[in-house]
């Protein structure tokens, strides 16, 4: 009786701390124009992909914004942002402490600024050149499962 007593309170506290875990984070979700042309938010003669999700754990008290890449730990510590303006979870704004561009969520919707200075076509521009956009989880979830698909259907596109 005392070890299943002892399992389920080691089962409830892996459920807890796994819950802790993902308390104060929102992800940030990307898709990627591949053999392509990224017009507004188009993928141009290629087919999309999603690129790897970046998770950020929001600090309201400390106005501290943590960021990494889940599943890359190896390659990549989590990076800290002190800049930080935070009203809660789904309304904060940090900036790159190298001045780079302001970035965040506004309204539970991720967006990124280019410095001041930088205008709408050179921002367009800049962006067009990464060839990849953000979108919500459902589009994110929808391009993942068409991966194999998207790249055969491209190929097969390309030859006829």
Known sequence: MRIIAFAVVLLL?????????????????????????????ECVGGYWLTNQQTKYRVLIEQQIVVSWFPGLSEWQSPEKHTNCAIASLDNWTCRYSDNSGIFG????????????GTSAEQAEKI??????????????????????????????????
Do not use: M
């Not at 990464?130 to 929808?142: A, F, M, N, P, S």
């Open 105 to 116: 969520f506004r309204s539970g919707t991720y967006f990124y600024e280019f410095p001041s």
């Open 127 to 160: 962006r067009e050149s990464w060839g990849q956009i953000t979108v919500d989880k459902e589009r994110w979830l929808t391009v993942q499962e068409r991966g194999d698909e998207a790249i055969l259907e491209h190929r097969h596109q390309r030859e006829n």
């Open 13 to 41: 506290s892996i459920t807890n701390a796994s819950q802790a875990d993902e308390a104060n984070v929102v992800t940030e979700y990307t898709i990627q124009c591949y053999e392509g042309e990224l017009v507004g938010d």
